[in-house]
């Protein structure tokens, strides 16, 4: 569980003060992205006999933010009186997904919460699950809008790729070769912060050039592998920005038992628990990420009000997200959670997820 309100200190690391606070406040979790906080949601179904079976189908199994997350989804499930299960592939790959969505649709589910793997490929399989009236929620890596109900988005896209942007420019004095080493290369979400970083380095820092951007499919022994080939390839590499916790646990653990600990910067999206020790043992100073319990949770409740007729995925709806609070459905039919949060050597022991 992530704690909600013991934390009050981060470190700056090139962030705008303004944007920091924000972040503190959204990982205190206390507050909706729409509304903010409108007291304790949750609550009873009102006798309906709405179909509250819900599945979560992540990019892949083995994945701890996906544990995190889908723990989340469970304890939702659990306060709404609903039932919970969650099925996925082994490999995060284009269309592994469609089986696990066929056959959700073949048991008649309410609700299927995905984190897709391609923004088209698991499109049809969705379209035809929404043909049984069942609803889909896409949550950390979204379809294309026409294919699911309701996007949970973990932070706004801008967001997460600039807080990267800033910590890892802070960390190489902002003059260099950088890499990113990435999730799969149809991964919706990575691939809308890469170029959102991209275009953030190309305005605002001239002396840093991105070398290339690698791909370890959110698979650790290939993350690994792919950093290895980074800083071979690149021998004057000063940086890697790896948006994926996946991605960075591996790289992580390949500089910190080489000869460039400490002299390659790493940063990027991790999450505390995987990050603690490459933190502690001076691999890694700062990296950033959202509340995936949060994501999950607040996904559950949106199946919910969708199950429930509640919300629709029109603009300016609203719904109730049990202890989150209220949140509004934004354009797009996209909820937002809320802000990212850097981790450094200060505050990391203050989480646990
Ligand atoms: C990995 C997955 C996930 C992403 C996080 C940051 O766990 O790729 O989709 O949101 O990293």
Redesign the pocket.
């Known amino acids: 569980m992530f704690p909600r309100s013991t934390h009050s200190r981060g470190r700056a690391v090139g962030i705008a003060a303004v944007a920091l606070t924000v972040a503190l406040t959204a990982a205190g979790c206390a507050n909706g992205g729409g509304g903010g906080p409108s007291g304790t949601g949750g609550g009873d179904d009102s006798g309906s006999d709405a179909n509250l079976s819900i599945a979560f189908l992540p990019?892949n199994l083995g994945?701890p933010?996906?544990e995190t997350s889908n723990a989340g989804g469970e304890r939702a499930i659990e306060e709404f009186g609903g039932e919970y299960q969650e099925v996925g592939p082994t490999e995060a790959s284009p269309d592994a997904q469609v089986s696990f969505i066929n056959t959700l649709t073949q048991q008649q589910v309410g609700g299927i919460v995905i984190?897709a793997n391609d923004p088209n490929a698991v499109c049809d399989a969705l379209n035809e699950a929404r043909e049984l009236d069942i609803k889909v929620v896409t949550f950390?890596?979204d379809t294309d809008s026409e294919c699911r109900d309701l996007f949970i988005n973990?932070a706004d896209a801008e967001g997460i790729a600039k807080v990267q942007v800033d910590l890892i420019t802070e960390q190489i004095g902002d003059s260099g070769q950088i890499a990113i080493l990435s999730?799969s290369a149809n991964?919706t979400?990575?691939n809308a912060w890469i170029e959102l970083m991209q275009e953030e380095l190309e305005a605002n820092h001239p002396d840093v050039e991105l070398v290339e951007v690698a791909y370890g499919d959110?698979d650790d022994q290939k993350s690994f592998d792919q950093t290895a080939a980074l800083l071979q390839t690149y021998p004057e590499l000063k940086g890697i920005i790896s948006?994926?916790?996946?991605g960075i646990a591996a790289a992580a653990r390949y500089l910190s038992t080489s000869e460039f600990k400490g002299k390659v910067a790493l940063t990027g999206?991790g999450t505390p628990n995987q990050m603690r020790e490459y933190v502690e043992d001076g691999t890694v100073t700062s990296f950033a990420?959202w509340n995936p319990e949060d994501l999950g949770y607040l996904a559950a409740y949106a199946a919910k009000a969708l199950i429930e007729g509640e919300i629709s995925g029109e603009e300016g709806e609203s719904f109730e997200a049990g202890d989150l609070g209220e949140y509004e459905v934004g354009a797009n039919a996209t909820v937002l959670l809320g802000d990212p949060f850097v981790f450094d050597a200060e505050n990391i022991g203050e989480f646990d997820f």
């Open positions: 990019k994945n933010y996906f984190s950390d890596s973990q999730a991964a979400n990575q959110d948006p994926t916790t996946v999206l990420l």
